[in-house]
């Protein structure tokens, strides 16, 4: 098949039937940087090969998180919303103040706390599911699952949840105007703020107070736009990376019988799922100096864009890239960032993703393909608007 070198990554047709991974594996083969010209005239550098990708989310010195981390419509040099304001658009030491002051959320012993919970949600949810001989696992499962196990430490209210969620799921629509769903999450926590001076609380707020109250010098803003960064980030990739693992299993019988028969460790199945998967499409940096990536000149001012789903089936790091090895060890994979950026929520998902495979391996019947899943793909996020499953005999 013959691609075209100069195709416009962020052409939302490009990802009608899922990620493009032909166009990149003929970029890859062609060097693990290239220059693009979008349509609107936006220029950037894409870089597609995983050792240029690490270099890029790894050397924050040369590569600024501060001007934004995703490529926008019609010009990357634009001012970015939030940016210097939350951990995703910061960099040191403002960014290290920034993910201390929340790391006590995210301690092993919270985690572990999840894990228990994560379970408890995973069998009510797909108990439901089976209940009913089968449903949507999108709109059943994946989309409601990560915030009903992390609600309580995002301080948002049981009944608030449905709101939340409208809200994170618009904020991530690459289709229409998703600076609606930010406003609704800030504006959420913006009220949280005002009723709860004074009285910090264990949640992510309370977290934020703590930090002010312990001599952190952290606005409002700041508060209010570090809680958009988690929320956000909590909901949309977990529920994309829960679907995308189930669809990946189905399409893969002999993977999903070994995984039940319990001859793959899960832990080790679920950096592949991520790998596979790559739920975040790419990420975006700012070059602050004249630079060198891969042999090509990157000038001042320049953006570059890690197209994470192609660096991880770059076939000089992982054998086999395009097949699903459920036991590949190791696996560099980039879906959940790479360097002091690393994804906060990594052991989230991990649990998250752990709880639902436990009882998907556990259940007496097994999930199939009722109908052609439909996507929900762009170049920001790699996931799945719907996903009919029918119960079956395991
Ligand atoms: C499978 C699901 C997830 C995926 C694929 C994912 C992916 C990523 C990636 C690629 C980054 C790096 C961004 C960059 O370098 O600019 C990142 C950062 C981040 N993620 Fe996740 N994420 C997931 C789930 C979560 C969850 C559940 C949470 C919260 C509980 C979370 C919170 C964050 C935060 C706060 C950052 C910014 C960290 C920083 O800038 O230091 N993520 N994530």
Redesign the pocket.
């Known amino acids: 098949m013959s691609v075209s070198l100069t195709v416009d990554l962020l052409d939302s047709a490009l990802y009608a039937d899922g990620n493009p991974y032909e166009v990149w594996r003929a970029m890859r083969e062609a060097g693990p940087v290239h220059h693009q010209v979008a349509k609107s005239g936006a220029r950037h550098w894409a870089v597609v090969g995983h050792e240029a990708g690490k270099q890029v989310?790894t050397d924050w010195r040369v590569f600024t998180?501060t001007r934004g981390?995703t490529l926008r419509e019609s010009d990357n040099s634009a001012p970015y919303p939030g940016a210097g304001k939350?951990?995703?658009?910061?960099d040191p030491p403002r960014?290290t103040e920034?993910?201390r002051a929340?790391a006590p959320?995210?301690t092993p012993r919270a985690v572990e706390k999840l894990g228990a919970l994560g379970r408890e949600v995973a069998g009510a949810l797909l108990a439901d599911l089976r209940e009913r001989g089968g449903g949507d696992f999108v709109t059943d499962v994946a989309a409601r699952f990560?915030l009903a196990v992390?609600a309580e430490?995002?301080g948002i209210a049981p009944d608030d949840i449905p709101l939340v969620l409208d809200a994170t799921g618009r904020s991530a629509d690459e289709t229409g105007d998703g600076a609606t769903g930010h406003h609704d999450v800030m504006a959420y926590y913006l009220k949280a703020l005002g009723t709860r001076r004074g009285d910090a609380g264990r949640d992510l707020v309370g977290t934020l107070l703590q930090a002010r109250t312990a001599g952190l010098p952290l606005s409002d803003e700041e508060i209010v736009l570090?809680c958009d960064?988690?929320?956000v980030?909590?909901?949309q990739?977990?529920q994309?990376?829960?679907s995308g693992a189930l669809l990946a299993l189905l399409e893969h019988p002999d993977a999903w019988r070994a995984l039940r028969a319990g001859r793959v460790d899960p832990d080790c199945a679920i950096d592949e799922l991520?790998r596979f998967t790559?739920?975040?499409t790419h990420?975006?940096?700012t070059a602050v100096c004249d630079t060198e990536l891969a042999g090509t000149a990157i000038r001042a001012g320049d953006a570059v864009a890690v197209w994470?789903p192609s660096a991880n089936r770059d076939g000089s790091v992982f054998a086999d890239p395009d097949e699903l090895v459920l036991d590949r060890r190791p696996n560099p994979h980039?879906?959940?960032?790479?360097?002091?950026?690393?994804?906060?929520?990594?052991p989230?998902?991990r649990v998250?993703?752990r709880a639902l495979l436990e009882d998907l391996i556990g259940a007496g019947t097994s999930l199939a393909l009722a109908n052609p899943p439909v996507r929900k793909s762009g170049a920001v996020a790699n996931g799945l608007r719907s996903l009919p499953v029918t119960v079956v005999p395991a």
């Open positions: 989310l998180s981390t939350m951990p995703v658009l910061t960014h920034l993910r929340v959320l995210f990560p992390q430490i995002l570090t960064n988690i929320v980030a909590a909901t990739t977990a994309h990376a829960a991520l790559a739920p975040a990420v975006m940096r994470i980039l879906s959940l960032g790479a360097g002091m950026h690393f994804c906060l929520g990594g989230m998902v998250l993703l």
